[in-house]
């Protein structure tokens, strides 16, 4: 038997769907009948990587006796935190003030029939167990707590209201701006810092892109602390086993302290943003580790995570046969019964084979445990022919590994997670000057154009050829800075079109004009019990950063002053925010950047193939605050940067020393060695 989520979309939802209890999607009729019967709603929020999610719903929601329990108590809904995330941001917030502590998922929580939580918490097993009460024991005592002590629940609902009302930030946008944020959080972050391992904190450690895209822009402006830090965490992040050593592509993030055993879902919107770092530190610094890693991501990205019409899809799970890590994991004689001897004995050094099992106490997996030239010197061989070695020995593995049960893999397309992989993909390929990855994010920008936008508004998710949901901010400003990068990575007119056809429905819908920022759902949107306006980044980097951070470059490709002053809005909401805790807000930090010290714009014009060798030229050698637009004969630009065609190769360096100075434009250059210089 099935219920009512058989009828949905969402692989999540869908894993659910043959449960015992009676569950509703989100909607007007799991909450109207909640109204009518006067019954308490358990709401279930997760999504279909979720290992956590998996064993409660085998304790739990698979169980006839727990689901009785739920179906004879409450309204039941399931929620895919990745389709709703206005709802997992509300209710993650609601967690907080109910328990004083962070949430996570599973999310449990159960609400009033106007959707006031009045109890929260993650996982529960049906008995207890962890120090946790059993389930059966909890569901019970909630609805007792309902029905018996209903003023002290409307009491504490009146307070959960009033404390999301102050949740708010206060915002002055008349307030001037001053970049003392900016080196307060490398600072904060000195101090922060661990210096064994990388990273930012203690064990479980998050990869946190949006700290380590802060402190590369810094270091590319001479802070050599910043650059140090950010080096060493991704040297460290690189070489564990958060990342795939066969496969390529990062893990969510470590549950220890040296990035050696992760929580083993792969997610999309990671790995895009992870693809920009490693393609920028290769660029920085030269290490073939930063080199490997980026095309390690590219190539899982485009392995296994690509649809066939050119969108991605979302996450893969972390387990597969119901254990989590054993698609990935190895014993010493798995490995030696398919190596050589000599590749065994590269191969087992490097990948820590011959050292005690760092998995359950019984098996590996794969870190780079000792750089390949120590092994090839303790070997007695060249490093040739040890790299060659480990290239024999990494392609049998992942051969033998692609034969094993994979884990499953969730197939709807998030708009917001396809942005940031098309921008990752877009910025790697052009530094790193490989056109099949701008050729991949390129397809996958024409995907979105084609399902998801529809009548100059967006939807959030596509699966099976229908988009659904109303978009969110973070689809908005995510695909505009994708588009950013694609413009400076191939120049289009349609992406310039589009983009500010984007920015201007992102004013339209989302701005709060009067007090700045940017509301995470429509002005149109459903009513939920709150409507925040997110700044401090997350997992995904700050929908209002990245709003911040694209209009402002928009505004200086398209000569267009609305973009500006909506930025600048944003930035004085949410100054007040930067002063108080920087290393919160590091994407808004990168907004406040460019807004103290406008970036430079380097327009090309020419013959296509001849602007293909100055662009590749140039790439090397710019920095977080340049924008390069190549714009070859045949394609117009228009606005403030529109130049005419022209036989040879000519270069504009445009740019402002101050947000103060009127941004201007100096001679055309013909030499690429002036431009260079």
């Known amino acids: 038997m099935s219920n009512r ?32 019967e006067d019954r308490p709603i358990l709401l279930s929020i997760g999504y279909s990587a979720c290992h956590w999610c998996h064993v409660m719903a085998h304790d739990c929601f698979e169980d006839a006796e727990v689901a009785a329990v739920m179906n004879r108590l409450f309204v039941n809904i399931k929620v895919d935190r990745e389709e709703r995330p206005d709802l ?32 929260a918490g993650t996982y529960f097993p049906k008995t207890p167990r962890y120090q946790l009460p059993g389930f059966v024991d909890l569901m019970e005592n909630v609805a007792r707590a309902w029905q018996e002590r209903r003023g002290e629940v409307l009491a504490q609902n009146e307070a959960v209201r009033a404390a999301f009302a102050r949740q708010q930030p206060a915002g002055d946008t008349q307030q001037a701006l001053d970049d003392a944020p900016l080196a307060q959080a490398v600072r904060d972050l000195g101090q922060a810092f661990d210096p064994g391992w990388g990273g930012f904190s203690r064990a479980p450690k998050f990869p946190r892109p949006g700290e380590l895209f802060f402190l590369l822009r810094q270091a590319g402006q001479g802070n050599a602390q910043a650059r140090d830090m950010a080096v060493f ?134 870190v780079i ?64 000057a490989r056109p099949d990855w701008i050729d991949a994010a390129r397809v996958a920008t024409d995907f979105l154009r084609g399902h998801v936008w529809r009548e100059g508004r967006l939807l959030a998710s596509y699966k099976h050829g229908e988009a659904r949901l109303n978009a969110y901010l973070d689809d908005y400003a995510f695909l505009l800075d994708a588009l950013l990068e694609m413009l400076q990575a191939d120049y289009r007119e349609a992406d310039m079109a589009w983009a500010r056809e984007l920015a201007d429905a992102l004013l339209a819908h989302f701005e709060d004009a009067e007090a700045g920022g940017f509301f995470f759902t429509s002005h149109d949107h459903e009513a939920l ?93 710019l920095r977080a605050r340049d924008l390069m ?12 940067l529109a130049r005419p065609e022209s036989e040879h190769p000519v270069a504009w360096v445009c740019g402002a020393a101050s947000a103060s100075e009127a941004y201007a434009c100096r001679p055309p250059v013909h030499d690429l060695a002036q431009v260079l210089e």
């Open 233 to 366: 965490t991704l040297r460290k992040m690189a070489s564990g086993g958060v990342v795939d050593q066969l496969g390529g592509g990062f893990c969510r993030y470590s549950v220890d302290a040296q990035w050696a055993i992760p929580h083993f879902e792969k997610m999309l919107y990671d790995n895009g943003p992870l693809l920009h770092l490693y393609a920028d530190a290769w660029t920085l610094t030269g290490e073939v580790l930063f080199k490997a890693t980026a095309e390690g991501i590219a190539d899982w990205l485009l392995r296994e995570m690509r649809a066939p019409e050119g969108g991605f899809y979302s996450a893969l799970d972390a387990d597969s046969e119901g254990h989590e890590g054993r698609f990935y994991v190895w014993t010493p004689d798995a490995v030696r019964a398919l190596l050589s001897a000599e590749e065994y004995a590269v191969a087992a050094r490097v990948y820590g084979f011959d050292r005690p099992p760092n998995f359950e106490n019984a098996s590996w997996n794969p």
């Open 629 to 640: 637009l190549a714009v070859p004969n045949g394609r117009a630009l228009h606005g403030a």
């Open 88 to 119: 997992d941001q509300i209710y993650q917030s609601a967690h907080q003030l109910l328990t004083g502590r962070g949430g996570g998922w599973p999310l449990t929580v159960f609400l009033t029939p106007d959707q006031t939580p009045f109890f």
């Open 529 to 621: 019990l709150s409507r925040p306006k997110p700044g401090y980044d997350n997992a995904t980097p700050s929908g209002n950063g990245v709003a911040a951070y694209a209009l402002q470059r928009l505004g200086h490709l398209a000569g267009e002053p609305r973009y500006h002053d909506a930025s600048l809005r944003c930035l004085r909401f949410f100054n007040a925010n930067l002063a108080e805790q920087p290393i919160a807000y590091p994407t808004l930090l990168a907004a406040l950047d460019e807004a103290r010290v406008p970036p430079r714009v380097i327009l090309l014009r020419g013959p296509a193939a001849a602007l293909r060798e100055w662009a590749s030229a140039l790439a090397p050698q």
């Open 5 to 36: 989520l058989a009828s949905e979309s969402s692989p999540y939802l869908l894993q659910h769907a043959n449960n015992p209890v009676d569950w509703y999607p989100w909607g007007p009729e799991a909450l109207e009948n909640a109204r009518r």
């Open 369 to 432: 445990a000792r750089p390949l030239h120590e092994v090839a010197a303790e070997l007695g061989v060249a490093d040739d022919a040890a790299a060659a070695r480990l290239a024999s020995a990494r392609d049998k593995l992942f051969a033998a590994r692609e034969t094993r049960v994979h884990p499953g893999r969730d197939d709807k397309q998030l708009t917001s997670w396809n942005a940031l992989a098309i921008a990752g993909l877009a910025h790697a390929g052009r530094v790193m």
